[in-house]
C-alpha cells in the first residue's frame, strides 16, 4: 500500500474540524460540569494519596479554555491547537490529587480529544499565534493561571494567614482582589505567605492588566466603530442635491477637492479604507464601500444627488458601477472617467451622460497651452526671474 501524500491530512481537517470543535465544547462542558460537582458534592475517591482532599479547581480552568478553543478548532486557527495541549495536563494533576471517576474520565477525554487532533496538526494554519487575536487569547490563558496559582496558593498556605483561608471561595476572592490591586483583610502571616503574596502581586498583576487593556480596548474599538458608523449613516441621510464622487483615483480626488472648492456638497464613495480615511481626515464626508453595490449606493443616498463621478482604477470597475447607478437613478446625470479611449462607447451605451477621456483631456489641455498666444490658459502664470 502506498503512503498517503503528506497533505492528505490536511485538507481532511476541512471536514473533521467541525466535529472536532463540537467534540471540545462538549467536552469543556464535561469537565466543567465535573470540577463544580466535585467541589460542591465531593466525589468517591478510587485509591488513597497523601493529597486526598485537596482539590484545586484544575477542571473548571481547563473546561473553560476548551470552551474557548472549541470555535478555533472549527475555523482550523493555528492558535487552537497550540492552546489545546494544556488542557490535559491541567485535568491530569487534578487526577494525580484527587483520583476519581470524574477527573479520571475528564483527563481521558480531554487526551483523547488531543491525540484525535495530533495526526491533524498542520491543518491548523488559519491565522498566525502571534497575531492580535492570538495575543488575546494568550493573555487570557496567562490570567487564567494566575488565578489559578493565586487560588491553589491561597488555598494551601490558607492557614497562615490572619484570618485563614478555609474554602476555595475565600481562596478565589483574596486572589482576585489582590490581582486587581484592591487589597484583602487577609493577611500573611509567615515569611512562605509573604513570599507567596509577592509573587502573586508581581506575576498577577501585570498580567491581570495587560490582559484587561488587550480585551477590553478591542471591545471598546468595536463599540466605538459601531457608533461611528450610526452617525455616519444618519449624515448620509441628511444628503441632498449632491455630487457622488465614486473611486479615490487622483482623478476622483481633484475632482473632490475641486467640487469643494466652488462649494458643493459631495460624498466620496470606495473600497480603499486608506486613502478615505485620509480624505476623511481633510474634511471630506466619506464611506468606504463598493460603489457598484445597490446597498452602498442607496445609502450615500443616489436617489437625492445631483450627479455622480465615477473615476475608478480600472475601466471594467468603472463600468460596472454605472450600470448599477443608471438602474437605481434612470435620470441622474453620470459623469464617467475613462482611462482607454476604445472604453468610452462602452460607458456611453452602460448609461453614463458623459465620458471623459483623460488622456484626450489632457492632450488638449497641453496642445492649448503650448500654442495659446493671448491670455486664454489654464495655467497660472509664471512669475518672471528676479536679476
Known amino acids: ?82 492552546f489545546s495541549l494544556p488542557v490535559p495536563m491541567l485535568t491530569g494533576a487534578i487526577a494525580i490529587l484527587s483520583p476519581n471517576v470524574f477527573s479520571i474520565s475528564t483527563t481521558v477525554l480531554s487526551a483523547g480529544l488531543v491525540a484525535a487532533i495530533y495526526p491533524y496538526r498542520a491543518g491548523f494554519y488559519v491565522g498566525s499565534p502571534t497575531s492580535a487575536e492570538g495575543v488575546q487569547l494568550l493573555l487570557l490563558v496567562a490570567s487564567l493561571i494566575s488565578v489559578l496559582f493565586g487560588t491553589v496558593g491561597s488555598r494551601w498556605l490558607g492557614a497562615q494567614f490572619n484570618p485563614p483561608i478555609q474554602t476555595w471561595g475565600e481562596s478565589l476572592y483574596f486572589t482576585v482582589v489582590m490581582i486587581s490591586t484592591i487589597g484583602a483583610a487577609y493577611l500573611p502571616q509567615t515569611d512562605a505567605a509573604r513570599w507567596f503574596v509577592v509573587l502573586l502581586v508581581l506575576v498577577g498583576v501585570g498580567t491581570f492588566l495587560s490582559a484587561i487593556v488587550v480585551l477590553f480596548v478591542a471591545f471598546l474599538e468595536r463599540r466605538l466603530a459601531g457608533v461611528g458608523e450610526r452617525l455616519e449613516r444618519a449624515q448620509m441621510h441628511e444628503l441632498d442635491e449632491h455630487v457622488i464622487v465614486c473611486g479615490v483615483t487622483p482623478e476622483a480626488q481633484a475632482t473632490a477637492h475641486a467640487l469643494r472648492e466652488a462649494g458643493i456638497r459631495l460624498v466620496v464613495i470606495a473600497p480603499e479604507a486608506g486613502p478615505i480615511e485620509h480624505l476623511r481626515q481633510d474634511g471630506f464626508r466619506c464611506h468606504v464601500g463598493d460603489p457598484s453595490s445597490e446597498e452602498e449606493l442607496r445609502l450615500v443616498r443616489i436617489d437625492r444627488a445631483r450627479s455622480l463621478v465615477v473615476a475608478q482604477v480600472s475601466d471594467a470597475a468603472t463600468l460596472l458601477t454605472v450600470i448599477t447607478a443608471r438602474s437605481l437613478a434612470p435620470t441622474a446625470r453620470i459623469v464617467a472617467v475613462a482611462a482607454a479611449e476604445s472604453n468610452q462607447p462602452k460607458l456611453r451605451r452602460a448609461g453614463a451622460t458623459e465620458v471623459v477621456g483623460v488622456v484626450r483631456v489632457a492632450a488638449q489641455l497641453i496642445c492649448d497651452a503650448a500654442l495659446a498666444t493671448g491670455e486664454r490658459t489654464i495655467f497660472p502664470k509664471a512669475n518672471p526671474p528676479s536679476h
Open 1 to 82: 500500500m502506498l503512503p498517503a501524500s503528506p497533505d492528505v491530512r490536511p485538507r481532511s481537517l476541512h471536514r473533521r474540524a467541525p466535529h472536532f470543535g463540537l467534540a471540545a465544547a462538549l467536552i469543556g462542558l464535561y469537565t466543567i460540569g465535573a470540577g463544580v460537582w466535585s467541589a460542591t458534592f465531593g466525589a468517591v475517591e478510587l485509591y488513597r494519596t497523601p493529597l486526598i482532599g485537596y482539590d484545586p479547581p484544575f477542571e473548571i480552568i481547563a473546561g473553560l479554555l476548551l470552551l474557548l478553543l472549541s470555535f478555533r478548532i472549527r475555523q482550523r486557527r493555528s492558535l487552537a491547537w497550540l
